[in-house]
């Protein structure tokens, strides 16, 4: 309904301006809007459909120079990897839109490489991540992220070995991501004299803990890395607490950056670290804070630093390689793949699928904000270690 | 010469002796009749027979060979048919399709479904079900259902048919009828019949011999002429029945 | 019987032919709807053959599509994909034989959630193989033209179409009614219940292994959590019921009706569109019990309405 | 690196504690669907979607008005025995129509429940987006003894052990009770001495439908809540009512235990990835070993 609103917005507005002659641009994507995976999407979601009001609000999207309305179609994955491509086919071959927005995740984004390869249509990834896609070198997707899995891990690696850590537990889920940085996590660790002292992985319907936090308890390791997705990641931090796991350093992949972290944890959520690389108060990040105002005015809560902050980097990607290169896909995937590209979080160039200026980084929650804790050049805050939990 | 032959044959339930040491011989085209009260054993000798159910201890021959411990289909398809007391008509199919099935699967294993159905369309004139061919069994009424279990069972093509109670709640009139046609039955299809009745006329009228059960043993065999007057039977079995 | 079944038959190939041209005359969007309606009748068909017959309702055919897919996806680039997909409906009913000797020994709702259970053994158990072998999600790139995907399936769409009403009118077939009307009186009359239920159960396993080879080359992507998924069982037990289950017409139907309505839906009311087909789903149920071919669950011919529909066989509790 | 599992951790009161909570939610869900099944032979595949709407009860409870979590309690269960009436009243009473229908009438509770279970589920959805939700009600840590425990799980178990406990006393004492029991047992007699199956029916909907609303309140204390949760515990709940037997209340609460102490001990002395397989594999092994369920009164299937 609010998308329609949006629409009707857009059609207005540009109405009044001089390019109403010009067709709408038609973007299309298809998201998990319904079904288990639906809650985690919300906040990229919540990007895509603050860009539909920007854009109406500024009359269209510049296209080579000339502002054109744009007119989003939205579908719905119902959270099934298999109807992804069957969407996006359908965005390219039925609808016949000219630009595409990723889908939410990387199982999702994995199952669209194929779609977009056959149709040579570029698509700026987002909250996606993985060296497996990265391997196949395809031609038509590029990640915002800098946390691909094997960066991450010898970033990982390197941060822990900063602080002192020696000893370290490992808790994974067993879903594509995860498994992936563990698979990267554990050699690097081996090679860089980390002793691991926990090693479980859990299936993805865990329902309780227990078990391998009193083993992780009981070896009381410097270092505990859930590596989880936002459901379990919340069943860690809650027994985590119960279980008063006083590790110094305790990482939670996924999940910490979505604001319902901090309304269910508040001052427990401090000291944790998360995957991230996007704060709002980076000084080096002008437009940081107006994504960070935008998003909080139109949602009454902060974006997810990961999710909302990635979606919201492809979109200025995309927006900017449209408004040099217009609508030819050819034209557009040379501007992804040669140009540099001024986002919230800083320039973003790629090689290959990868973002290769934005380092990889962490975050950590320090008063109940995320700061930038590693790595050093870019901190916002100094890591802390975890605090004592609150009783 | 003998068609089916129990020795020893006996059945409990968790220690409880339902049947013991029944012993009997049944030679072909005769009609046997089991007699005895509720629970006296009847209907498990012939689950024990037909393969529903395996027998504790003991040996059941047919036609010289082992059939105790045989599961029903296999004793189905040697050529023993049986009914049931409380009738399980494959009811929401059709009266003809119950016994296709039958000529399909039982002694005879019907190449094709039309000789099945001419097969079943013969037996259901005999047992006088021709004009309800198409309904599907459970609009039939009681006697109507008790002539389909007949029927079907007769569709499986069997040598040997084990009754049960096919005449239980039946009018005086449909019971007339009832043993017209499985006095019919037995001549045409050239059957031995088994059959268990607590209707005391109707067997003796029926049998050429009567064995009699109580507490799962046999107490008599013989004649009916020389069933109804043998003491034990008098004292077991008749006593308890208001003649 | 015969005359109608040759009617039948003719209509039947050039209702095929007409659908092996549709790749000419439809674009790739609507090749690709067209593709899950054969998927979905090749699935339906497949069920009924097997739960619309004996009355044995499985809720765990995703297993044997998800057994197919990962055997497919397993011997990507190492053996031809004619090859290797019949070897994944080989390997359904394979594994549909060595479940159903101890599954199809319950019945009734035991055998309902015992066939979701081992479905979601089944997932977890391959989720686990995949973590331990470090493959997190396996890409295909380069499978077959959506053109190819669709004759294949379309094949596997008649197919099961054939097998069913061939089951229905052997004996196969008559074994399985008389089990799901009642199992101990069908073993009286020399019905081997076991060997009837486990070869149709295992015949029921292997079009949907082949199905689930043919999706996992449209989807080019396999993670187990999906290829396994219990919504897969779900709506193949709707869509085949929705028909009215032990007919070819019904599952057929079903498909059609379920693949059409989600077109008009999902475009137009994306959010209200899974709440229209659960209503749906509900009314049909209630007010369209048979399915949509009605009371077409007959043997060999409708029968006639008897006189008396006298039932002593079921007690009703409502007062 | 692989690690042996530490045999010791059998013996942690702490994983006992875990197992006990894990195993209150679970017993209070499956009584529900084994009530509605064992009276009606009804496969309700929504049931989870109670313990999800229980869940948005305290969840807007708490989140709007501040109103504790376990006043909302008492609403859940108002509000989800209103539901189950409803739903008797205009659907499932239909399944029994006619005697058709009565023969199919597990395949059909299956799939009208299905769509029962989509239709709450999306309805949720559009309602109040699908945003996961939270929040945090008595998260004080106690430490009693060597085990450490939220205040809320503590709660949670307190509740449903009581709500447990006065299930049983009201199946074995109260008349309504004692009649839901015969007819589980044996619904044409029941209906033969005189007990009016279809006001009972009624209440058995109310009753299990409430029990899986209060569930999804003490869920809701403990872990987020979306829409999209209640299938798990649907399946959860089914594997336990197997467990202990369909029909049988007490064995439900037999059931629990069980799959909660294989969650939590066979994650401590195996692996927790192997935690569905086990639990599967209990269920599938205990249903082929024993259909009739651990203690053994067994309903004819069909």
């Known amino acids: ?391 | 010469m003998t068609l089916l032959r129990l020795e020893d044959v006996g059945k409990s339930y968790g220690g409880v002796a339902a049947l013991r040491g029944l012993s009997f011989a049944v030679g072909p085209g005769e009609i046997v009749g089991l007699m005895g009260a509720n629970g006296a054993g009847k209907t498990t000798a012939f689950s024990l027979i037909a393969g529903t159910q395996r027998p504790s201890e003991g040996r059941i021959w047919f036609d010289g060979k082992r059939i105790d411990g045989k599961p029903a289909y296999a004793v189905a398809r040697l050529g023993i048919a049986r009914t049931f007391q409380i009738v399980r008509p494959f009811a929401g199919l059709t009266v003809i399709d119950n016994l296709v099935i039958a000529a399909l699967y039982g002694r005879l294993r019907e190449r094709s479904r039309g000789a099945a159905e001419a097969r079943a369309r013969e037996i259901l004139a005999e047992v006088g079900l021709a004009a309800d061919a198409t309904r599907p069994a459970e609009t039939l009424t009681l006697a109507g259902r008790k002539r389909l279990e007949v029927a079907r069972a007769v569709a499986a093509g069997p040598r040997l048919l084990l009754l049960d109670e096919v005449l239980a709640g039946l009018t005086a009139s449909e019971v007339a009828e009832a043993l017209d046609m499985i006095r019919a039955l037995h001549r045409r299809r050239r059957l031995t019949l088994v059959v268990i009745e607590h209707v005391m006329r109707a067997l003796t009228q029926l049998c050429q011999r009567i064995i009699v059960l109580h507490h799962g043993a046999k107490i008599a065999e013989g004649s009916p002429a020389e069933v109804v007057v043998d003491q034990r039977v008098i004292d077991a079995y008749l006593g308890t029945r208001k003649l | ?319 | 690196m692989e690690e042996v599992a530490d045999v010791s951790l059998i013996l942690s009161p702490q994983l006992l504690a875990a197992a006990l909570v894990l195993a209150a939610f679970y017993a209070l869900i499956a009584i529900g669907l084994n009530l509605v099944y064992g009276a009606m032979r009804l496969l309700n595949v929504a049931h989870g979607e109670l313990v999800m709407l229980g869940g948005y009860i305290a969840y807007w409870g708490f989140a709007r008005w501040g109103i504790s979590p376990l006043i909302s309690a008492v609403f859940a269960v108002a509000a989800g025995a209103l539901l189950g009436v409803l739903l008797y009243a205009t659907i499932i009473r239909r399944l029994f129509r006619s005697t058709r229908m009565l023969a199919r009438v597990e395949a059909n509770s299956l799939l009208v429940f299905f769509g029962v279970s989509v239709v709450i589920q999306n309805v949720m959805a559009v309602a109040f987006t699908a945003d996961q939700r939270g929040f945090s009600y008595m998260d004080g840590v106690l430490t009693i003894g060597s085990v450490r425990i939220e205040e809320n799980r503590l709660l949670a178990l307190a509740i449903a052990t009581v709500a447990c406990v006065a299930c049983a006393l009201f199946f074995r004492y109260a008349r309504s009770g004692m009649a839901m029991r015969a007819i589980i047992q044996q619904r044409e007699a029941a209906a033969l001495v005189g007990i009016d199956v279809d006001r009972i029916n009624i209440q058995v909907f109310a009753l299990g439908f409430g029990l899986a609303a209060l569930a999804g309140t003490l869920v809701s204390m403990t872990a987020q809540i979306s829409p999209f949760m209640g299938f798990p515990f649907t399946v959860s709940a089914f594997v336990i009512i197997i467990l202990g037997g369909l029909g049988n209340l007490l064995g439900s609460i037999l059931g629990a235990l069980m799959l909660a102490a294989v969650e939590v001990y066979g994650a401590a002395l195996i692996s927790p990835s192997f935690r569905s397989i086990l639990v599967y594999g209990v269920f599938i092994a205990a249903l082929l070993l024993r259909p009739q369920g651990l203690l053994g009164r067994s309903i004819a299937a069909r």
């Open chain 1, 1 to 391: 309904m609010r998308l329609a609103l949006a629409f009707a917005a857009a059609l207005f507005a540009a109405g009044a301006t001089p390019a109403a002659a010009a067709p709408p641009v038609k973007i299309g994507y298809a998201i998990s809007m319904t079904g288990p995976f639906a809650p985690a999407a919300r906040t990229q979601l919540n990007a895509y459909r603050l860009w539909a009001d920007q854009l109406a609000a500024q009359g269209g999207l510049d296209v080579g120079g000339v502002k054109r309305p744009v007119k989003f179609i939205v579908y719905d994955d119902q959270s099934d990897f298999a109807k992804a491509p069957q969407l996006y086919e359908k965005l390219i071959t039925d609808d016949k839109v000219d630009l595409l927005l990723a889908p939410w995740g990387t199982p999702f984004h994995f199952a669209i490489v194929g779609v977009l390869e056959k149709y040579q249509f570029p698509v700026v990834g987002n909250s996606a991540a993985s060296v497996t896609i990265r391997d196949i070198k395809p031609g038509n997707i590029w990640f915002t992220t800098s946390e691909i899995p094997d960066r991450m891990a010898a970033e990982l690696v390197k941060f822990m070995k900063k602080e002192n850590v020696k000893t370290v537990a490992v808790n994974t889920l067993q879903l594509p991501f995860s498994l992936e940085v563990k698979k990267f996590l554990m050699p690097d660790m081996a090679s860089a004299g980390l002793k691991v002292v926990v090693n479980d992985d859990y299936a993805p319907d865990v329902k309780d803990m227990t078990a391998t936090l009193t083993k992780i308890k009981a070896a009381a390791p410097d270092a505990v890395l859930s590596l989880s997705y936002p459901p379990d990641s919340i069943i860690f931090i809650k027994e985590a607490r119960q279980l008063d796991i006083k590790s110094p350093f305790q990482l939670v992949l996924v999940g910490p950056t979505d604001y319902l972290f901090t309304k269910m944890f508040g001052a427990n959520l401090d000291g944790i670290v998360t995957m991230g690389h996007w704060v709002p108060n980076q000084p080096k990040w002008p437009k940081a804070k107006a994504f960070y105002n935008a998003y909080m005015k139109k949602y009454g809560e902060p974006p997810d630093y990961l999710d909302s902050a990635l979606a919201w980097m492809s979109i200025e990607v995309l927006q900017q390689a449209v408004k040099t290169a217009g609508l030819d896909k050819a034209k557009i995937r040379h501007a992804i793949s040669t140009e540099t590209f001024d986002t919230i979080d800083g320039p973003v160039k790629f090689k290959g699928v990868e973002n290769v200026i934005t380092p990889t980084m962490f975050l950590q929650f320090q008063k109940g904000r995320p700061q930038i804790v590693w790595p050093g050049s870019d901190a916002t805050a100094r890591f802390e270690p975890k605090p004592e939990w609150t009783k």
């Open chain 3, 1 to 319: 019987m015969t005359r109608q079944g040759w009617q039948t038959g003719l209509v039947l190939v050039a209702a095929t032919a007409l659908a092996a041209a549709l790749p000419l005359a439809l674009g790739t969007y609507s090749l690709g709807v067209a593709l899950d309606l054969m998927m979905w009748i090749a699935l339906a068909e497949s069920w009924a053959m097997f739960s619309g017959l004996s009355g044995y309702v499985s809720l765990g055919h995703a297993v044997f599509y998800g057994v197919g897919a990962y055997v497919t996806v397993l011997l990507w680039q190492v053996l031809p994909l004619w090859f290797s997909v019949p070897l994944g409906g080989l390997t359904a009913a394979a594994l549909a034989l060595l479940l159903g000797w101890p599954c199809l020994r319950v019945r009734g709702p035991y055998f309902v959630i015992l066939t979701l259970g081992i479905s979601e053994f089944i997932k977890y158990a391959v989720i686990s193989t995949e973590a331990a072998l470090g493959r997190n999600g396996r890409l295909l790139i380069g499978t077959p033209s959506l053109t190819v995907l669709f004759e294949a399936m379309l094949a596997l769409a008649v197919l099961s179409m054939a097998v069913l009403q061939i089951v229905r009118s052997a004996r196969l077939g008559a074994g399985l009614l008389a089990i799901r009307e009642d199992e101990v009186a069908a073993e009286a009359v020399g019905i081997n219940a076991t060997a009837v239920k486990l070869s149709a159960f295992a015949m029921s396993a292997f079009i949907p292994g082949m199905v689930g080879g043919l999706m996992i080359l449209r989807s080019t992507y396999f993670e187990p959590m999906q290829a396994f998924s219990p919504t897969t069982s779900f709506t193949i037990v709707t869509v085949a019921i929705l028909g009215g289950s032990d007919t070819v017409a019904g599952p057929l139907l079903g498909s059609l009706f379920l693949v059409l309505l989600s077109e008009l839906l999902w475009t137009r009311a994306p959010e209200v569109y899974m709440i229209i087909l659960g209503v749906l789903l509900v009314a049909f149920v209630l007010f369209v019990p048979e399915g949509l071919v009605g009371r077409a669950g007959r043997f060999l011919r409708a029968p006639k309405p008897g006189p008396s529909s006298r039932d002593h066989r079921a007690v009703v509790i409502e007062p």
